[in-house]
Nanobody
Framework: QVQLVESGGGLVQAGGSLRLSCTVS????????MAWYRQAPGKQRELVAS???????NYADSVKGRFTISRDTAENALYLQMNSLKPEDTGVYYC?????????WGQGTQVTVSS
């Protein structure tokens, strides 16, 4: 069983920055795919960014050039650096990993961007 705990969310003005963290209860060296998703009020959960094998990153078009996903094997952590935040980035952000063919989710952290 893998447990994920997100932190770093909060209230920020448009143009500001936040850094989300996700601590993982197992050694992430063997975890191939890690990702951040978000869910805005009244909308479906969407993929924000993913990192595969610590090398390949993918981003939603809406966040390209503003967000950066990274992972730290020594810390067993996943990060999302979010710059130039916009009100439409508001939502609950979830950490996701796929480990041994199982899909795991954190409890989410709220990000609110005011205009």
């Amino acid at each position: 069983q893998v447990q994920l705990v997100e932190s770093g969310g909060g209230l920020v003005q448009a143009g500001g920055s936040l850094r989300l963290s996700c601590t993982v209860s197992v050694n992430i060296f063997s975890i191939n795919t890690m990702a951040w998703y978000r869910q805005a009020p009244g909308k479906q959960r969407e993929l924000v960014a993913s990192i595969i094998s610590s090398r390949t990153t993918n981003y939603a078009d809406s966040v390209k050039g503003r967000f950066t996903i990274s992972r730290d094997t020594a810390e067993n952590a996943l990060y999302l650096q979010m710059n130039s935040l916009k009100p439409e980035d508001t939502g609950v952000y979830y950490c996701n990993v796929v480990h041994l063919f199982n899909n795991y989710w954190g409890q989410g952290t709220q990000v609110t961007v005011s205009s």
